[in-house]
């Protein structure tokens, strides 16, 4: 009779099947496995973790070939590996934020850091600094002015080209050979190193202003490079989605089409054009490879953008890892280093939080 | 008039892309005429470009390996194995993952990763040490290839995940759906009707990204300290195109300058090509999916 019962209850469709809390019974005796072994050989959270996850999969995958058979084996294995990579991939991330916090948290508190440059701040000052146990002097305002400039000016050139070239794609070109011709060039111009780009607008400037021009504006052309394929590819998205029966009604109501186009095109698609320059903005913010090559230097306030180095933020912190202001004591050069990259990414998550905010408040209105 | 300006802006990136190509060109032609022994190197152009040109193919080579099978990887997981809810959620950080200014990944791999790596290319140089890309004695700072290439492994993940997700979007939930129907695993299902259907968007992804590797400068001048070529991936040494341009080209003028702008043209050329390439592939892909 008692045999009976179990037979039925495993019946031939959940036969030859682990039972639902294995996998739990598993992790557990692979975590206490795990920790038994590390203890033999030192004992590390990282390792443990590790070690962990690997009994897991492979028991998990071990139970499945033993019971189930090995189909169900090899889909336990693509699980665990995929589940694997993710964590793995995740890895870099949390490390890297945990890296900048901690070392930038410190820097960024110490006062006058947002609001006075570099301008005076020389080996002796830093060497004073660590000697005497005062706060490291010296801060990032004259960076943060030239990365603001320079990124203005850098939209100020590529919104105009990138929204207008966005335009004649969807709605004059009607799919001719030309646009075609320019869709892929747009493709491949994202693809430019931004080296290349920083190299050609110093070459460009050496050329008509001779050789070795360095400005903030050099260095906003070569961004308007890395800049306007962006702006073309998410404008061009947008005004693809607009529908038609808007254009129509315009026509019909006897609207020119440029009127038609700024009138009634562009505002039903500025939210997603807004938030779409945000994020470019967002990408070239952090660009430091093409700045090094066109901007130079500089360790003072500079407001003009056409004339003299300017120092930007990835810049700043390059050279203060590079080549520390006194280069035998580079603890507060590391510390400025830390603390300036911390300000960057704080910058680029508030662009990118705000391209979202953006894309919502500018959302057009829904009838009701 | 608008029209007009409209076309003038699409002449504009047509016409600034040739300009590109036209500066690098007659900014570099001063290197292909001057006298071979002033080239740096001594030897001519050739013989000084060709080991910072292997040095940057390693380093991609090294970050696509390492980023190809993580990335597909963390594209699947967000497509088809993460709960649905979460899903999105997760594309988010796969994305903040790309939007981390790139100094700061080459600042993170010089003070962190670097450091943290000299442990592993000891036991691997003392261990493994007859394999010639392994060939002790390691680097004491743990600046190496191997580390520039994690790094920049690292910043090509989020472009093929995000990439390769789209992809794996795509594919017919009808096939998917029939190959669960037929009892299919989960891993027989994707095996069977999404990776078929993704390959030439995993391919192009993975151009894309091997587009990024070569021309990404800062995770490389920060990370590696650069020497001639060598076949030992864990000690210092190698070095590539784009760091090779950032480091020098500020103090550079005279012949140097234009140098390293022929060395840039190079890297044009070499990433135009692969992008071209991944374009061509992603386009045709396109004709015959019948996803759009």
Do not use: C
């Not at chain 1, 975590?31 to 996850?53: E, R």
């Not at chain 2, 007859?130 to 290839?145: L, Q, R």
């Amino acid at each position: 009779m008692a045999t009976l019962i179990t037979e039925r209850k495993r019946s031939a469709l959940t036969r030859g099947r682990l039972p639902r809390y294995t996998p739990w019974v598993i992790a557990a005796s692979a975590v206490v496995v795990s920790a038994a072994l590390l203890s033999l050989i030192g004992f590390n959270v990282f390792g443990w973790a590790v070690l962990s996850a690997v009994l897991f999969a492979a028991a998990n995958v071990t139970a499945a070939a033993i019971v189930e058979g090995r189909r169900k084996a090899t889909d336990k294995l693509a699980s665990s590996l995929i589940y694997g990579a993710f964590l793995v991939a995740l890895l870099p991330l949390v490390s890297v934020i945990w890296t900048v916090l901690l070392n930038g948290v410190p820097g960024l508190l110490t006062p006058g850091f947002l609001s006075t440059s570099m301008n005076g701040v020389t080996g002796a000052v830093d060497n004073a600094a660590v000697a005497d146990g005062t706060p490291v002097l010296g801060g990032v305002y004259h960076a943060l002015v030239g990365s603001v400039l320079i990124t203005l000016w850098a939209t100020i050139i590529s919104v105009p080209v990138g929204l207008l070239t966005a335009i004649y794609l969807v709605e004059y070109s009607a799919g001719n050979k030309f646009s075609k011709v320019i869709t892929f060039l747009v493709d491949v111009m994202t693809g430019i190193p931004s080296i290349v780009a920083g190299l050609f607008a110093a070459a460009f400037f050496a050329l008509i202003l001779g050789p070795g021009t360095k400005t903030g504006f050099v260095a906003a052309v070569a961004l308007s490079v890395l800049m306007i394929p962006v702006v073309v590819r998410s404008s061009e998205e947008m005004l693809k989605i607009v529908p038609n029966e808007l254009r129509e009604a315009a026509y019909a109501l006897g609207v020119r089409k440029w009127r038609t186009i700024v009138k009634v095109v562009i505002p039903t698609a500025i939210s997603g054009i807004a938030s779409g320059v945000t994020l470019a903005i967002a990408r070239v913010i952090g660009e430091t490879a093409p700045l090094l090559v066109t901007a130079g230097f500089a360790t003072s306030i500079n407001m003009n953008v056409f004339a003299g180095w300017m120092s930007s933020l990835p810049t700043f912190i390059y050279t203060q890892i590079m080549t520390p202001t006194s280069p035998s004591n580079s603890d507060p050069s590391t510390q400025r280093a830390w603390a300036a990259a911390l300000l960057l990414i704080l910058l680029v998550m508030l662009l990118n939080l705000g391209a979202r905010l953006v894309a919502r408040l500018f959302a057009p209105k829904t009838g009701r | 008039m608008f029209s007009g300006a409209a076309l003038g802006a699409g002449a504009l990136i047509v016409a600034v892309l040739f300009a590109v190509a036209l500066f690098l060109v007659v900014q570099a032609l001063p290197t292909f005429s001057a006298n071979p022994a002033e080239i740096t190197g001594g030897e001519g152009f050739f013989s000084y470009i060709f080991p910072i040109v292997i040095g940057t193919l390693i380093a991609a080579t090294i970050a696509l390996l390492i980023a190809t099978p993580i990335g597909v990887a963390v594209a699947l997981f967000i497509s088809h194995y993460a709960p649905r809810r979460l899903a999105r959620g997760l594309g988010y950080v796969v994305d903040l993952l790309a939007a981390i200014p790139s100094v700061v990944y080459g600042a993170w791999g010089a003070s962190f990763l670097a450091s943290s790596l000299k442990a592993p290319y000891a036991w691997l140089a003392e261990h493994l040490g007859w394999i010639p890309i392994f060939a002790g004695p390691a680097s004491g700072t743990g600046k190496t290839i191997l580390t520039a290439g994690i790094v920049l492994a690292v910043m090509v993940l989020p472009i093929i995940a995000s990439l390769t997700r789209e992809i794996f979007l795509q594919a017919p939930m009808l096939h998917q759906e029939a190959a669960l129907a037929l009892g299919a695993t989960r891993w027989e299902m994707i095996r069977m009707a999404v990776l078929p259907f993704a390959r030439g968007g995993i391919i192009s992804a993975v151009m894309l990204g091997l587009g990024r590797a070569l021309g990404e400068t800062m995770a490389v001048a920060l990370v590696l300290s650069s020497g001639p070529l060598i076949a030992s991936l864990i000690r210092s040494g190698n070095q590539t195109i784009a760091a090779e341009i950032a480091l020098d080209f500020p103090e550079a003028f005279g012949l140097r300058m234009h140098e390293l702008i022929a060395a840039g043209l190079v890297l044009f050329l070499i990433t135009l090509a692969v992008n071209m390439v991944a374009r061509w592939v992603i386009n045709r892909h396109k004709e015959f999916s019948g996803a759009n």
